[in-house]
């Protein structure tokens, strides 16, 4: 075998020209695919990131009942040194703890319903960038006892920074909720039911209106690596009781998983095609191969060199070429990969716009994921071994008076 495997590599480096032909198809595919592959799964990952970090998280921890109430009465008691074990769960990136109610806002003759989110306005920024969002004003502290309010409310109240709001409404187990608060700065979000309708308190603040002290409604938790969310919820299981109830963002948005199944169907669509490109574009090149020597393979056969061993050879050489190939192109996809994954794609237009309404900044970084890679690698290699069986064939079918003449 030791002979069959010298001869093999040999012979591909005999015609460097077509062996480095053959190899290119082979890494120019995979490099393709690769790439085709990563751009898709980056951008479902950018995607859902922004989505969470918008404001569900990746994990949420609720009361029971509370997600299909939304009632105070369902609230949860915590203290800090329950976030810490939470954020103490490796992986996590931040747990931020909210209160959240609706609450008439008037301001003179004016009185719209609003979304009153308190929250722990440090913990807050690191996970939403709230901060980013102001137009005017300042950002809350922990001690304000004033309110960050959305653009399009604003502006429907007809009030500015430094005016007053009058908040009305139920706090827990019935007691009311009247006061008076300043309006500290204005904030914009991009997507026009959340710039028309949220409120934001310190959750100190909220706690005292609503009557509720170490209370919350919701945690609303990051986690570093998504794919590892599986994990970070068995271990915050450990932690809670029965009153608990966590959800994963995919309970939480179902439409967006919808949304990404469908369009992973379109995805799965176009690899096909990109593989039955990949598929011809190397089979083309076995068959321009084969078309060449096939003068050498008649000589070989009439001289008495058996056929099985002649196709034994050619099998092997199209091992090495689809294996070198396979080896470089998974070289030259990494850094490349790379490359994009840390400076994303950037895309304008219309399409831009529309990323730009929804709050997601209009980029498309690449996943560097590593089942990708090898996933990738596997399919293309499968499809130039493949190929392969066409010389088999070819010399089987061979007959050596024939190809000598040609």
Do not use: C
Request: aromatic content about 10%.
């Amino acid at each position: 075998m030791k002979l069959y495997l010298v001869l093999a590599w040999r012979n591909i480096w005999r015609n460097k020209r077509r062996t480095i032909l053959a190899a290119l198809s082979v890494i120019f595919a995979i490099v393709l695919a690769i790439f085709t592959r990563a751009m898709q799964h980056g951008s479902y990952d950018y995607m859902i990131d922004s989505a969470v970090r918008m404001y569900t998280g990746y994990l949420q921890i609720h009361g029971k009942g509370y997600w299909e109430e939304r009632s105070l009465e369902n609230s949860i008691e915590i203290d800090d040194e329950f976030l810490k074990q939470i954020e103490a769960i490796r992986f996590v990136e931040i747990a931020v703890p909210r209160l959240e109610s609706y609450l008439l806002v008037s301001s003179k003759e004016i009185t719209k319903v609003a979304n009153v989110v308190s929250t722990d306005p440090e913990k807050e920024n690191q996970m939403t960038k709230l901060q980013q969002k102001i137009t005017s004003g300042k950002y809350l502290s922990q001690n304000d006892e004033g309110l960050l309010i959305g653009e399009g409310l604003a502006r429907m109240l007809n009030v500015k920074v430094g005016d007053s709001l009058i908040l009305y409404g139920q706090g827990i187990y019935g007691t009311t909720v009247a006061t008076m608060s300043p309006v500290i700065g204005i904030i914009k979000f991009a997507i026009p039911d959340l710039n028309n309708s949220f409120i934001y308190l310190p959750l100190i603040y909220g706690q005292k209106l609503f009557s509720m002290e170490n209370r919350i409604t919701t945690i609303s938790i990051m986690i570093t690596n998504p794919k590892q969310i599986s994990y970070v919820l068995n271990e915050i299981r450990k932690i809670v009781n029965d009153n608990y109830n966590i959800m994963t963002w995919e309970e939480m948005m179902p439409e967006l998983v919808q949304g990404i199944q469908l369009d992973s169907v379109s995805g799965l669509i176009m690899l096909f095609i990109l593989y039955l490109v990949i598929t011809f574009g190397i089979f083309g090149t076995i068959m321009m191969m084969t078309a060449e020597r096939t003068k050498e393979f008649g000589v070989l056969l009439a001289i008495g060199v058996n056929r099985s061993k002649l196709v034994l050879i050619t099998t092997l050489e199209a091992i090495f070429i689809s294996f070198i190939g396979a080896l470089t192109g998974l070289i030259v996809s990494y850094p490349l990969v790379l490359y994009f994954h840390k400076n994303p794609i950037r895309f304008s237009g219309e399409l831009a716009e529309i990323s730009l309404k929804f709050g997601v900044e209009p980029i498309i970084p690449l996943s560097n994921e590593s089942g990708i890679f090898v996933a990738q690698t596997l399919v293309v290699l499968l499809i130039a071994l493949l190929s392969s069986l066409y010389p088999i064939n070819y010399i089987r079918k061979l007959k050596p008076i024939e190809a000598i003449r040609l």
